[in-house]
């Protein structure tokens, strides 16, 4: 069994329905922020959800999505 502070004792923690002390929660943010790196995901990186500032190419219209803006119920346009 691997002591408190790492990400197995956290994993075990979590299949036991403990509470996590703070060294298992600090080994868990750490294996977090390491796969995010090695993902490239991390705050500020190309997979984050930043806005997308590369330039409209091949002459396409830039992407505006889809905005609900009706009355939240059904209307029959035309009965009377």
């Known amino acids: 069994m691997k002591p408190c502070g790492t990400a197995a ?3 075990r923690h ?3 329905g403990e509470m996590l002390d703070e ?3 600090a080994a868990v943010r750490r294996q ?3 796969s995010n790196a090695r993902r490239g995901t991390g705050p500020g990186q190309a997979g984050s ?3 997308d500032t590369r ?3 091949n002459g396409m219209p ?3 999505p889809y905005v609900y803006r ?3 119920y059904d209307v029959l346009e035309g009965a009377a």
């Open 9 to 11: 004792a956290a994993r």
């Open 14 to 16: 979590y299949k036991r």
């Open 23 to 25: 060294a298992c929660k």
């Open 32 to 34: 977090s922020a390491e």
């Open 49 to 51: 959800k930043t806005a």
């Open 55 to 57: 330039e409209v190419r």
């Open 62 to 64: 830039e992407f505006r």
């Open 70 to 72: 009706g009355r939240g």
